[in-house]
């Protein structure tokens, strides 16, 4: 059986969401090579982010929807920098990713799942 490909809504979300996300990877390690901190708190950053990649590159919606959940953990920390450092840019550049991140990976979830569920109703699998 051939995948079902993106169009649409889908696409747009899902390229949304991959660039958030590598804007969001991005800044978090540019914050970490400026402060350089001990490699254990270089893990502890970017290892949660990192943890979905397979899931994503391979098209498991739950990896989105876990992707968000994570996502909140970074969108607190965010907060707590901006309000130490309002008027650094780093900070915002990370706030900006992260909402990207939340808003486009939970509406592809979305939008996806009704795309797989449309193709599977159009083209149910010959049961032997």
């Known amino acids: 059986m051939t995948p079902v490909q993106r169009q649409g809504p889908s696409l747009l979300l899902w ?14 390690a540019l914050s ?33 929807i876990w992707l968000c959940f ?18 650094a840019p780093l900070p915002w550049v990370g706030m900006v990713a992260v909402v990207v991140l939340f808003c486009s990976a939970m509406l592809y979830v979305r939008w996806r799942a009704r795309e797989l569920h449309t193709a ?4 149910p699998e010959s049961s032997p």
Do not use: C, K, N
């Open 32 to 64: 970490l090579a400026l402060t350089q901190p001990p490699w254990i708190i270089w893990l502890g950053s970017l290892l949660p982010l990192s943890l979905f990649l397979y899931g994503m590159w391979h098209d498991r919606l739950r990896s989105f």
């Open 120 to 123: 599977r109703e159009t083209f």
């Open 70 to 87: 994570v996502s909140l953990l970074y969108f607190i920390a965010l907060v707590e920098r901006l309000f130490a450092t309002p008027r």
């Open 15 to 28: 390229r949304a969401t991959w660039l958030s996300w590598g804007t969001l990877f991005g800044q978090t």
